[in-house]
DNA sequence: TTGAAAGCGCTAACAA
DNA sequence: TTGTTAGCGCTTTCAA
């Protein structure tokens, strides 16, 4: 008998349909090796006491969650939601479940929200720009699979996507250079990972373009750090003709405090951001960037990690090819 | 004996410590009344062992998640990663997990995330502006402690949390009519139930102000709803004075398909928006628009979750203050 | 303060 | 095709 305000169990539904528990197990799991007299009858007592199996119990027994635990710096950066959109519409797809948590860039915390994917069992684990060292995040990868986007690591059990940096940053850096720009700044991301590598990008390409080693601000990938980048270079009072901001969000800060300011973008000083998150879309910013394919990165994260959730061991590092949207913040290099 | 390969249990740690499984137990859950003795001793063997309790297992046992189900309608919508974002900072303060699923606007779609979240026996639920009709959201309500925000529900067992449409509306509204518009066209945010009540109270102001019914263009809450009713206005030739877009998204799809087409914002046509995300205070944008708290509400959500999972029975619905954030994009109405 | 034992609700052999 | 029987790893009485 079916305790009112207990949900039922598989247990319910047996007895409610005069079988065994495992039998109606099959049915729940879409077995083809169950009469369809049997199927109907487990089908409909179900449908009588509105059971639902419970995942827990499920996951316990199985060891499958169906579960894929994500690590994001954190939601309100639309660079990251796009990506968890992205992950989200393909593990819907499938029928996975997604546990989310944010690391907001401390390694600490996000080394709690690994831990607790970890305590869930997840089945895998996508971790989107983590600022974990190398350690933590092979040990993590060698008790569940995992993915690392954004940046690229050298454990052999870690699968990593990411953008082709080079690629992007020498977009960057060739279009100001076409343009006669020599004096090109560029806002960091600070002390993230991915930040790293463009900013070492950055560098080399200049290097290479002989335009020397580039002046260099510190930021943090926030718009925030756009206006007050903006605001040093306007204090400091000798412009570059260009400005190479580390995303869409800086870039978005620098311009609107140099409209601010009275300058006018490109005449005065040409803008570049990263990402192509969509303001840089609207006519008003009309922001030159380079296009991240945010959606597919989540969606082939995902890809590589039911990859390897399927027993693939060898290591696959994916590179997706960035492009230089050209709109309206650059010009030609003012003459001095 | 621990066999490699598999994590550690709660067995392996007792015969590690030479006490009883229900000893680790208490350790782990930081009960008070265990010798220090054993509790030291443990902990050490834990440590040894690298062990972490497994949630499924304690979740079925306990018959507590410490989860909670989130429904969105989309990730990419800012307007919903800054709930998200809400939710997820007091969540993982207070050692909850977020199992995240969105929508995308399709009752169906709802049901089935719901349903899934339903399956886990996750401690509560958090939907947000969801689309699904009263009697499935009683019905889930019913099982697990239940809050939606974004709209207001009868059900005596759910919480909701929203915001003062009609403050928010007449703040517009009124401002407009103060600067001598009549003639106000509201683009709407299509089927959601926030945007009806947001139509609803258009129309309730607008006729209490004596400007009659008011223009109306139905939209989606996307900015490409809002591109496609600027043209159809821009097409049509029969510009209002002023514009209500259902939201910021929309608002920045007309802006830019109105300047596109050479108009002048505020000259020619006002406009104004909802929600301020943070693209409406762009200098380019400086979008006048109606404030509402995202991160707070998604805070506040769970908070108000808490308390009925902590056995709360009575309805309480929460009523957040939005505020008219006035910027550059509303002037006085232009003579005819 | 500690331990023994009975579940939590399900899956997964294995037998029938 | 169906049922039986062990678990999955933990919590929770209940005794000791």
């Known amino acids: 008998m079916t305790t009112p305000g207990r949900p039922p169990t598989m247990e319910d539904v047996a007895a409610e349909a005069g079988v065994s528990r495992a039998l109606v197990s099959l049915v729940m799991r879409g077995s083809p090796k169950v009469s369809e007299l049997r199927r109907a009858r487990v089908l409909e007592a179900a449908e009588r006491l509105r059971y639902r199996p419970n995942a827990m119990a499920r996951s316990l027994a199985s060891s499958r969650t169906m579960t894929i635990g994500v690590l994001l710096n954190d939601l309100h950066n639309p660079f990251f939601a796009d990506i968890a959109g992205g992950i989200e519409a393909l593990a ?32 895998g684990l996508i971790l989107v720009s983590p600022r974990l060292d190398e350690a933590d995040l092979a040990a993590a990868a060698r008790s569940i699979p995992t993915v690392v986007t954004g940046r690229e690591i050298d454990a052999p059990e870690i699968d990593t996507l990411a953008i082709d940096e080079p690629l992007g940053v020498r977009a960057v850096v ?6 006669g720009h020599t004096e090109i700044l560029h806002v960091t991301g600070g002390d993230g990972a991915g930040a790293a590598t463009r900013l070492q990008c950055f560098r080399a390409t200049m290097e290479a373009a002989g335009l020397g080693p580039g002046r260099l601000i510190e930021g943090d990938f926030t718009e925030e750090a756009g206006v007050q980048a903006a ?37 005065d000083i040409s803008l570049v951001g990263y990402d192509n998150i969509y303001i840089a879309a609207l006519r008003q910013l009309s922001l030159t960037t380079v296009d991240q394919p945010r959606a597919a990165m989540g969606r082939q994260a995902l890809e590589l990690l039911l990859e390897r ?16 949207i050209v709109r309206d913040t650059v ?3 003012r003459s001095r």
């Open 331 to 333: 010009g030609r290099a």
């Open 92 to 123: 819907s797809e499938l029928g996975y479940q997604l546990l989310l948590g944010t690391g907001r860039r401390h390694p600490e915390r996000e080394r709690t929200v690994v831990t607790s994917f970890v305590d869930y069992r997840v089945d």
């Open 174 to 179: 060739s279009y100001l250079a076409g343009l």
């Open 231 to 267: 605001q040093a270079i306007l204090t400091r009072g000798d412009l570059p003709t260009a400005v190479f901001a580390a995303n869409d969000l800086t870039a978005a800060g620098m311009m609107d405090t140099f409209v601010r300011a009275g300058l006018r973008i490109p005449a």
């Open 309 to 324: 959730i399927d027993g693939r061991t060898e290591r696959v590092r994916r590179l997706l090819e960035p492009r230089l």
